[in-house]
């Protein structure tokens, strides 16, 4: 395993602390775009990674809101490869630390995006950046990538792909806990609602109770949807799920509501095409509910994630993070990122990088210093050992 040096690690600490010192947080899409949340993160890195020697290109997804897509020329020129890391974070309320302050103690970096995923895309180009000055580098075209808008549904990415950019394989920089990951369910949002007629709650006959016929539906999504889901089973991912999140309805204590409105969270298994599931679902519910009437409002989903365990990207990572993180297999996560449109465009794609899930967009947002210093390592070694060869064709 390659190591760094105390200078390297200095190095990539202050590189952290810039970068988080950069407010992208998001609030709302609106919120977004009036403020260009990512402009600041995306001049520093532009500046960052013409310091390295890379040509940048960005592609105005909204105006100030950019994604960056960097390589060397002349570099590769038979397949290609992204180490990609997203610039937004989610808001700052709430958070009981400075935010932005990036202090160092107790073996952790503290502030919004030390985990998701500042730190990491600081350990991809800091791993970038030493094996090019050591010349080591693969034969593979290596790309930067930071896109805008992840912790919105993945704008950046899927934007990326609409945009035309492809490489053969992405390393997608997320907490892992420097453990490989090849698969993540893809999340489904509903918004259902039932309509009814309202009246004077004295006399209820003389109405229809639309959040009566709503708690059918809840019923349905709790009971006989959440079976049926769950008969086909993921060997990394377990099995699909589908939980109520929000619910809205009626007007005042004295009033029979007309309207109620759900909404729905699934993170289903990859093998069978969303929209399918959605007509499943709603022939199933139409059935359930025996002619009263609902309406499915709107419908969100994105790609899952399942690479293929033989694929050359997953052999040669496998074994790094066997050595450093004492990982045995590749894991499935529930959680999605940009991973899902990658893959869907045909790029193998993983996920990979420093930290805990669990402490992202906490109150108190940190990063252990020996994840952070061990994800560039295991970045540096995927890179020097293929030196001269492919990390994406097998060898």
Same mark, same amino acid.
């Given at each position: 395993?390659?190591?760094l040096?105390?200078?390297?690690?200095?190095?990539?600490?202050?590189?952290?602390?810039?970068?988080v010192g950069?407010?992208?947080?998001?609030i709302?899409?609106?919120?977004?775009n009036? =403020?260009r *949340?990512?402009? #600041?993160?995306?001049?520093?890195?532009?500046?960052? $990674?013409?310091?390295?020697?890379? %040509?940048?290109? +960005?592609?105005?997804?909204?105006?100030?809101?950019?994604?960056?897509?960097?390589h060397?020329?002349?570099?590769?020129?038979?397949?290609?490869?992204?180490?990609?890391?997203?610039?937004?974070?989610?808001?700052?309320?709430?958070?009981?630390?400075d935010?932005?302050?990036?202090?160092v103690?107790?073996?952790k970096?503290?502030?919004r995006?030390?985990?998701d995923?500042?730190?990491n895309?600081?350990?991809?180009?800091?791993a970038?950046d030493?094996a090019?000055?050591?010349?080591?580098?693969?034969?593979?075209k290596?790309?930067?990538?930071?896109?805008?808008?992840?912790?919105?549904?993945?704008?950046?990415?899927?934007?990326?792909?609409?945009?035309?950019?492809?490489?053969?394989?992405?390393?997608v920089? =997320?907490? *892992?806990?420097? #453990?490989?990951?090849?698969?993540?369910?893809?999340? $489904?949002?509903?918004?259902?609602? %039932?309509?009814? +007629?309202?009246?004077h709650?004295s006399?209820?006959?003389?109405?229809?109770?639309?959040i009566?016929?709503?708690?059918?539906?809840?019923?349905f999504v709790?009971?006989?949807w959440?079976?049926?889901?769950?008969?086909?089973?993921?060997?990394?991912?377990?099995?699909?799920?589908?939980?109520?999140t929000?619910?809205?309805g009626?007007?005042?204590?004295?009033?029979?509501?007309?309207r109620?409105?759900?909404?729905?969270?699934?993170?289903?298994?990859?093998?069978?095409?969303?929209?399918?599931i959605?007509?499943?679902?709603?022939?199933?519910?139409?059935?359930?509910?025996?002619?009263m009437?609902?309406?499915?409002?709107?419908?969100?989903?994105?790609?899952?994630?399942?690479?293929?365990?033989?694929?050359?990207?997953?052999?040669k990572?496998?074994?790094?993070?066997?050595e450093?993180?004492?990982?045995?297999?590749?894991?499935g996560?529930?959680?999605?990122?940009?991973t899902?449109?990658?893959?869907?465009?045909?790029i193998t794609?993983?996920?990979?990088?420093?930290?805990?899930?669990?402490?992202?967009?906490?109150?108190?947002?940190?990063?252990?210093?020996?994840?952070?210093?061990?994800?560039?390592?295991?970045?540096?070694?995927?890179?020097?050992e293929n030196?001269?060869?492919?990390?994406?064709?097998?060898?």
């Open positions: 395993m390659q190591r040096n105390e200078h390297e690690k200095q190095r990539l600490i202050r590189l952290v602390q810039d970068l950069i407010n992208s947080a998001i709302t899409p609106e919120q977004a009036r =403020e *949340t990512e402009e #600041r993160m995306a001049e520093f890195l532009t500046q960052y $990674l013409r310091n390295m020697g890379m %040509t940048v290109q +960005r592609q105005e997804v909204f105006p100030g809101r950019p994604n960056l897509m960097a060397w020329p002349g570099q590769g020129d038979k397949r290609s490869i992204m180490l990609e890391a997203h610039m937004d974070t989610v808001t700052v309320e709430g958070m009981t630390i935010p932005f302050a990036a202090q103690r107790d073996g970096i503290w502030g995006g030390t985990c995923t500042k730190g895309m600081a350990a991809f180009l800091t970038l030493i090019y000055r050591r010349n080591q580098l693969p034969a593979d290596l790309y930067f990538v930071a896109t805008m808008s992840e912790e919105t549904c993945c704008t950046g990415s899927a934007a990326l792909m609409d945009h035309g950019f492809r490489t053969d394989a992405a390393i920089g =997320e907490a *892992t806990r420097c #453990r490989l990951v090849t698969a993540h369910k893809a999340p $489904l949002w509903l918004e259902i609602e %039932t309509n009814g +007629r309202s009246c709650a006399m209820p006959d003389h109405g229809i109770n639309a009566e016929m709503m708690a059918r539906v809840i019923e709790q009971g006989p959440n079976h049926h889901l769950q008969v086909r089973e993921h060997p990394l991912l377990g099995k699909s799920t589908m939980q109520v929000t619910v809205e009626g007007s005042k204590i004295n009033i029979i509501p007309s109620c409105r759900i909404q729905v969270d699934g993170r289903i298994v990859p093998g069978r095409p969303i929209d399918e959605v007509t499943e679902f709603h022939a199933m519910l139409a059935e359930h509910l025996r002619g009437p609902f309406q499915i409002l709107s419908q969100q989903s994105h790609p899952a994630l399942d690479t293929p365990l033989d694929a050359p990207l997953v052999q990572l496998m074994p790094l993070c066997r450093a993180a004492g990982q045995t297999a590749p894991l996560v529930n959680y999605f990122a940009d899902g449109p990658f893959a869907q465009a045909g794609s993983v996920l990979f990088g420093a930290g805990d899930i669990a402490q992202a967009h906490t109150a108190e947002e940190f990063l252990e210093l020996d994840q952070l210093f061990l994800a560039a390592e295991i970045m540096l070694t995927l890179l020097t030196a001269g060869m492919s990390i994406v064709e097998a060898t």
